[in-house]
């Protein structure tokens, strides 16, 4: 017997609006990355085989509605009336961002053409507190770019939080996450309760998760159909992994797990409990300790500059992380069947030294690779990858679903 | 800037009969799946919210396509005319499979009810010839349960092969299959121009994703929202991955290659080229080689009774293999998030001896079972899975687009 389909729905007349609205805001979108031009209302007409009539009216809609804006017409060379170029507003919507990072916290605010319009971090926060002091320190921050927003016009929509570990979105609650020491802790809760925050539309989400969407958002990625592993995390290690173009959070939104892939079932203990987890060669603690810092209690970047420096024992220790990554990686692609590797969060500044042995492993492990390489490249996104992400979550939806913004 | 989404199209009102006549044909699916009810047009106008004039005229539509049929009305119990329930005809579409196994070939019609109603099966086909004439008796069989089901009245309306490998569904190419020794043979050409199946739409897909849509098209599986990693394969090792219910392909259609995981970087060489992939613990091959009955040229059969007869080699051979097995699906666990492990392929008889070491790996090593349990379960599919699939993915597809077979 066949499987019952329980998301199809039937159409509805509201429906055609609600997506020919998303449909002419996308094209407006794509055209502003594609190749920055901004298409008129008979563009759109003609790429979406809309009716001229049905595209104005939805564009007159989303003008008025602060989503989109239009050009100054340019110079009139013949005949007709020039045709008014749209695109995406920055003036009006505007999406909040926060992560919990390893020593730092960062909030954001971006407007709907992606530009940052206010951000604020703190460094010292101490992330082995207790939830509540952590999560106080991020609301604080939030609300102050939340006002710097708010003076320059902008209507805040929403705030994602980008957490480490098992984040259970639907709940809003962090389930586990092992390097922070948190279990099961009602985020969405203790933010939405705080001063300044109420009313405001909140999520959180994982952090990986969230800085793949940042890697789509970026511009200069080619926008659709692409798929990648992006590596992520500071202390740990995460994956967010795109399909498609599209995020695949997989059934809670806890895949991506790159951290607890197994390397070598005999290799050392990991934090998690298990043996031979990547995270026991290539997180940073692991990292430290065979580059013979971790009595400094360095971080990365010093690591970075004792590479540089060609210290035998921080490159041998790089060399290693880099393979233990690649046989993660390659399980990861013979899996997931993705284009790509992407070496973001932590393993970015390090990829001078971490992608050769990466290499190494995708041509050697990755079954596809004997006819199609695995590209590995540098994240473009730079360390506020998952706090750009979590705003743009935020204002994906807002392009997803712009009926409930306008008349 | 947002990424563009080359996907979203306008909706037009042919759009909206075309999606409303596959929501009706869900909705008499998924009663006849759920609960054996065969529900009424007032039942379906109720569920989706359209009006009841509307759905009658789909199903009317429905049933002059022969998609659908009336149950008899049940006996009078009270004033007004007692609703015909409806269900799915098994009388008109049939959709063909065909899978390449590991000795053998079998081929099969299902109605779309999903009952078999023709199958045949050649044990002794050498699978080390060459790809046409391997095919080419792949399409004999197939022309003969063509043959059979159309004497039936059925209108086989396309066919799918089910191939091991990496196999490019778009291109209707299989690109490399290791355990064939067959690289970038044009299948679907080769297919197209034998006898008796020209003009027949065929496609081509890799047998453990077709199996995968077997498992989820299994009556008593609970439609909807399921998630699993599926291990199939007879020689080598594959992997289905559903997730949400769908089943995940990858950019290619070459995900779920859990076969080439890296089980241990230095462990034992595999075919394909790389140290200590799944293969080289679990498949056949290296199975059979530890269990001491490699020189017998047994197969799984002959493993399965020396295990029950509790020799040690083989049952040493068998841990070994399920603990290998466990540490590759942590790994898809870890990645993925599924919900569950399914054993099938050549692991399901031997599930006895495999699933207790998988279980054991998959506890230590994946992150969220620290929360939650990852349940290993045997598939309900017997070895006709991958055929099963392929007759499946067809008939899906009539699901999913019927407006084409009505008028």
Redesign the interface.
């Known amino acids: ?12 007349q509201r ?2 609006r609600e ?2 609205l ?2 002419v805001l ?1 094209r407006v ?2 055209s ?3 190749d920055g031009t901004a298409p008129s209302r008979a563009a759109i007409a003609a790429a ?3 009716a001229r009539g049905t595209v104005s009216a939805l564009v007159d809609a989303l003008l008025l509605g602060g989503l989109v804006e239009e050009l100054p017409p340019p110079p009139r060379t013949g005949a007709g009336r020039p045709a008014n170029g749209l695109r ?1 507003s920055g003036r009006r919507v505007a999406a909040l961002g926060v992560e919990l990072g390893a020593s730092h916290v960062v909030a954001c605010v971006r407007d709907l ?2 530009a940052v319009r206010a951000r604020a971090s703190v460094d010292s926060v101490d992330r082995t507190g207790p939830p509540e002091r952590v999560l106080g320190a991020s609301a604080e921050l939030a609300v102050g770019v939340l006002a710097d927003a708010r003076a320059q016009g902008l209507d805040v929509v929403g705030g994602a939080w980008a957490l480490p570990g ?1 984040v259970d979105s639907a709940a809003g609650r962090l ?2 996450a ?1 390097n922070l020491g948190w279990r099961d802790v009602d985020v969405l809760a203790l933010l939405s309760a705080h001063p300044g925050l109420e009313g405001l539309p909140l999520a959180v989400d994982n952090e990986a998760a969230l800085a793949a969407v940042a890697e ?2 970026h ?1 200069g ?1 080619s ?5 990648f592993v992006l590596v992520t995390g500071e202390v740990g290690i995460g ?1 967010g ?1 795109v ?3 599209r995020p ?11 951290g ?7 290799g050392p203990p990991c934090g ?4 031979g ?1 990547l995270e026991a060669y290539a997180g940073q603690e692991a990292l430290l300790r065979r580059a013979g810092l971790a009595a400094e209690r360095a971080g990365a970047d010093a690591l970075r500059r004792a590479a540089l420096a060609g210290e035998a024992l921080p490159l041998a220790a790089l060399e290693q992380a880099g ?1 233990a990554l690649g ?2 990686l ?3 692609v ?6 790509a590797v992407v070496l973001g969060g932590a393993c970015a500044p390090l990829a001078p030294w971490l992608a050769g042995p990466v290499r190494a ?1 995708l041509a ?5 690779a ?2 199609l390489g695995v590209p590995v490249r540098v994240s473009a996104t730079g360390s506020d990858a998952a706090v750009m992400g979590a705003a ?1 979550l935020v ?2 939806r807002v ?1 997803d679903a712009p009926a409930a913004l306008v008349a």
């Open positions: 017997m066949p499987p019952a389909d329980p998301v199809r729905e039937p159409a509805r429906d055609l997506r020919n998303a449909t996308a979108a794509a502003s990355t594609d979406t085989g809309m995406l053409t992606g098992l389930r586990l092992p789509l958002w511009p990625d926008p659709g159909g692409e798929s994956a992994v399909l498609d173009g695949l959070r997989g059934e809670r939104g806890w895949s991506g797990e790159l607890h892939v197994t390397v070598d079932p005999a998690c409990g298990a043996r987890c393979r046989v993660a390659a399980g990861a013979n899996l997931l069947d993705v284009d492993e050697e492990r990755v079954l596809r004997r006819l743009a204002l994906q392009l």
